[in-house]
Structures are given as structure tokens and as C-alpha cells.
């Protein structure tokens, strides 16, 4: 196993081709500053934001990640990583022929999927990264040789995902490998909802992007979650719309658009059952000092999805 590091700062492109993508290769990688970073090659990514915001497109849809918060991708993701001004994002890279390897380093898979660190995690991660040397020269991809800092750097990737362990045993399979691929598929199946909270998906694209017919697909999701597929898309725009009418200046009927609804009455309508109350009022009663409750007592930016557990499994709004 090798180690490569490179450092995308101020407004500098690194395009990882095929020089990657090496099963014998892992990639340590840092982008900062407006810096940004385009997988070319079908590689296994983990990507956190440390400090600041960014922004990430990849198969699975758009997404703004903020300090703390994680995403797993598989090989053929391909995304694009962009670090706004005066943030930090800290990425590893893998071939998928590595994947297996990993647990033998760790004695911990690595899974699709999306979740959140808080502070002390964040700090345990950038000094795992740091000791890679990743932070040496900017703008540069460097071979080395020295692996021994990749271990435990991997290992805390994998220990973030600890609580999905819980919901594999959920997952239908006579084995634990077979149990893994069926939560990675429904998970890539989640991260789309989640990314592409601008429209209404069709459960056939999600039963296709998992490789299983719609009616396996809906079964396992909702016994998975606790909610089925349609539910929680619906839910996720909703909470979109909850944090743009907090945070933004856009129009109801603007955000209503950008969130995938048909009309203003339609959007209306969900958001007031969803909350309690019409947008409008939400809004100015989110501005005048902190966003209200819903009717079960949670906020948007708390709520997570039925039957998840833990910080790791939570869905964020985009």
C-alpha cells in the first residue's frame, strides 16, 4: 500500500486521472480557499469539511456540506469538490480493488453514505491528516512511501461510520458481505433523494441506481429507514425549503419553485402540514429568533429520518 498526497489551494485544479486510480494507491488530499478538485477516474472517495462550506456534484446530485459533515461516494461518483473562501476539505481517495484491503488494516469496512463529526472528531481529523504530510507544498501531487500514518487515518474514517453498523443487520442476506452491498445500495439510493431535493424523483430511478426492481427496492428502503422513498423525498424538500426561508431572501413562491414544487398552493399547502404553519409565518418567526418547532418538538436542521440511529445516518438539507 502507497501513499499520495496533494494540496488544491486558492483557486488552483486538480484533475485526478488515471495516475489515482492504482490499487496499490491511496490518495490524501486537501482542498482550500476556492481551491476545487475533479475525480476523473473511478475511485472510492471520503470527503469532510473541516472549516468553512462546500460545494460537491457528483452522480448522486448536488450537495453543500458545512463544517463537520461527511459523505462516502462510490467509484463512479466521479464528483467535483469546491472549497468556498476560507474553508478547508479534507479528502482520501481509493481504488475499489483497495476497498477489501482497507479491512484488513482496520478490521472495519467502509460504506456509502452521508453524517457528521462534531468538534473534537474534527480536530482528531485534520491532525491525522496533517501527519501525512499533506500540507508540505500546495499544488503538487507527491508520492511517498511512508504509509505508516495511513492506518489510523483510516481507521477514524471507518469509526465515523460506526453506528451504520446497526442498520446492516437490518439488511436482508445470508451473509455480512451480502448484508453490506444491499445498505450501500439503499444508501447511494438516500444520498440521491438528498441531492436532488430540486424535483421529484421516480422510484424507478432510484430502483435503477440500486440495481434491484422498484418493489424490492421501496420494501427494503422503507424497512430500512422507517419511512419509504417517497415520504422521505418529500420530507427533505420540505426541510429545504424550512432552512432557504430562514437563511435566505428568496420569495415563497421562489423557494417553492426551487425545492421541486408545481405551484405556490401545492408548496403551501405540504409545508403547512409538514410544520404547522403557512411559509410566510414560518419565515418571520425564524428571523425574529430561531426557527420554531415542528409539531413533534423538532426543528428542521435536527429532525432526522425514521429508524435511522446516530450522528452518522443523519439526513442534512442541502
Known amino acids: 500500500m502507497k501513499m ?52 460537491l456534484e457528483a452522480r448522486e446530485g448536488r450537495f453543500h456540506l458545512r463544517a463537520g459533515e461527511w459523505v462516502v461516494l462510490e467509484p463512479d461518483s466521479r464528483p467535483s469538490v469546491y472549497a468556498e473562501r476560507g474553508s478547508l476539505v479534507l479528502g482520501v481517495t481509493l481504488s475499489q480493488a483497495m476497498r477489501p484491503r482497507i479491512k484488513q488494516f482496520t478490521h472495519l469496512d ?25 500540507f508540505g507544498k500546495s499544488g503538487r501531487v507527491y508520492a511517498s512511501d511512508e504509509v505508516n500514518p495511513l492506518v489510523p487515518l483510516l481507521r477514524h474514517i471507518c469509526n465515523v461510520q460506526y453506528d451504520f453498523r446497526r442498520l446492516i443487520d437490518h439488511c436482508p442476506g445470508r451473509s455480512m458481505r451480502r448484508k453490506s452491498q444491499v445498505f450501500d445500495r439503499m444508501q447511494r439510493a438516500r444520498l440521491f433523494l438528498e441531492g436532488n431535493v430540486d424535483r421529484n424523483v421516480r422510484l424507478a430511478e432510484l430502483a435503477e441506481l440500486s440495481n434491484v426492481s422498484t ?50 398552493c401545492s408548496f403551501s399547502r405540504a409545508f403547512r402540514e409538514r410544520y404547522g404553519t403557512p411559509p410566510s409565518l414560518y419565515r418571520l418567526e425564524a428571523k425574529g429568533g430561531g426557527a420554531p418547532e415542528t409539531a413533534s418538538g423538532v426543528t428542521p436542521d435536527s429532525a432526522q429520518s425514521r429508524g435511522s440511529e446516530g450522528k452518522a445516518v443523519l439526513a442534512f438539507g442541502t
Open 215 to 264: 418493489w424490492y427496492f421501496t420494501k427494503i428502503f422503507h424497512a430500512l429507514y422507517g419511512e419509504g422513498p417517497q415520504a422521505m423525498a418529500a420530507r427533505l424538500r420540505l426541510r429545504r425549503a424550512a432552512r432557504l426561508l430562514a437563511e435566505t431572501m428568496l420569495s415563497v413562491s421562489e423557494i417553492g419553485a426551487v425545492c421541486g414544487f408545481e405551484n405556490n
Open 110 to 134: 467502509l460504506h456509502t453514505g452521508r453524517g457528521e463529526l462534531d468538534r473534537s472528531e474534527l480536530r482528531q481529523c485534520l491532525r491525522l491528516w496533517r501527519q501525512s504530510g499533506l
Open 4 to 55: 499520495q498526497t496533494a494540496w488544491i489551494d486558492r483557486n488552483q485544479l486538480l484533475e485526478v486521472g488515471a495516475d489515482f486510480n492504482n490499487p496499490e494507491l491511496v490518495g490524501v488530499v486537501a482542498v482550500s480557499r476556492t481551491g476545487s478538485i475533479v475525480l476523473q477516474s473511478p475511485l472510492v472517495s471520503f470527503w469532510v469539511v473541516v472549516r468553512g462550506s462546500a460545494d
